[in-house]
């Protein structure tokens, strides 16, 4: 039958497998910390979430799902932020397995490649680039949530945050500690956290392919949409913060909307204008 798919159905059918295998997962009692199922539906819901990397939620990541649900939603958005067939061809490559002309074409149409000359090695570098920078941002954000959370707890949320936002998944795990639905809105006016939260989406959302041909034009789009937020939110949701607090909340809020999912201020509270300029 394999034979018979194009490219693009076996791409799909993939997708569709993972999202299935994510939510019966999910859907297990192990995987919350009620200990009871959360229901089919609602696990369906976030494996498809995470997985097309959407950021949006029916249930709160860090009360709902116990180590082990988070650990399941975590290698979901980043195979869905990363793409099966490029990990796939990263471990044939490994296992040093040889890699056909079907699975070289099943990588270029995955990751929207120019051509099919030296499509394994972009694999390899898409692997390895991205190994790279989620772990330095991982270790970047351990430097503020190691304190402030422990040891473990400090790094396991380095990661999760670090991949969620190379991959622009949108999750977050600090409902725990500031409330269900809080997402990074403790650290509107935490330089590192900001910085570095904002470094990996933009990295991460322009993708692999154009990484330098774009990123000229996302430096433009985030500066110029920062300004046109903190001018509609001046005296809005930013009225009060320190011009610390506003800067990095406006430059958030700009890069937060290529789809990350994210937010460091109410975002219920914006003004109008500032909704659509999000939208």
């Excluded at 079907?102 to 490649?113: H, I, K, P």
Aim: aromatic residues 10%; proline residues 1%.
């Amino acid at each position: 039958m394999r034979r018979h798919l194009s490219q693009g159905q076996f791409i799909a059918i993939g997708f569709i497998l993972m999202i299935l295998i994510g939510a019966i997962l999910l859907d297990t009692p192990m995987a919350s910390r009620s200990g009871q199922s959360i229901g089919f539906l609602s696990a369906l819901f976030t494996a498809t979430s995470a997985s097309c990397v959407t950021g949006l939620v029916v249930a709160d990541t860090a009360t709902q799902w116990t180590l082990f649900g988070q650990i399941v939603v975590l290698i979901l958005i980043q195979i869905g932020g990363l793409g099966f067939i490029s990990i796939g061809v990263f471990f044939s490559i490994i296992l040093r397995r040889k890699i056909g002309l079907r699975e070289r074409g099943l990588m270029m149409e995955s990751t929207n490649a120019l051509q099919l000359g030296g499509i394994v090695k972009f694999a390899e570098r898409i692997v390895v680039g991205t190994a790279i920078v989620e772990g330095v941002g991982a270790l970047l954000l351990m430097i503020r949530f190691i304190p402030e959370f422990g040891v473990l707890k400090g790094i396991w949320y380095g990661i999760f945050h670090s991949v969620s936002a190379f991959c622009n998944g949108g999750f977050d795990l600090m409902g725990a500690k500031y409330g269900k639905y809080s997402s990074l809105v403790a650290y509107y006016d935490d330089p590192l956290v900001n910085i570095v939260i904002m470094s990996l989406i933009v990295i991460g959302g322009i993708g692999f392919v154009v990484w330098g041909d774009l990123l000229l034009m996302s430096t433009i789009l985030i500066f110029g949409g920062a300004l046109l937020f903190y001018w509609a939110e001046r005296n809005g949701v930013l009225k009060g913060m320190s011009v610390s607090g506003q800067i990095l909340s406006s430059l958030f809020a700009s890069v937060t909307a290529r789809t990350a999912g994210f937010n460091t201020v109410d975002t219920a509270a914006m003004s109008g204008a500032s909704k659509l300029l999000t939208a």
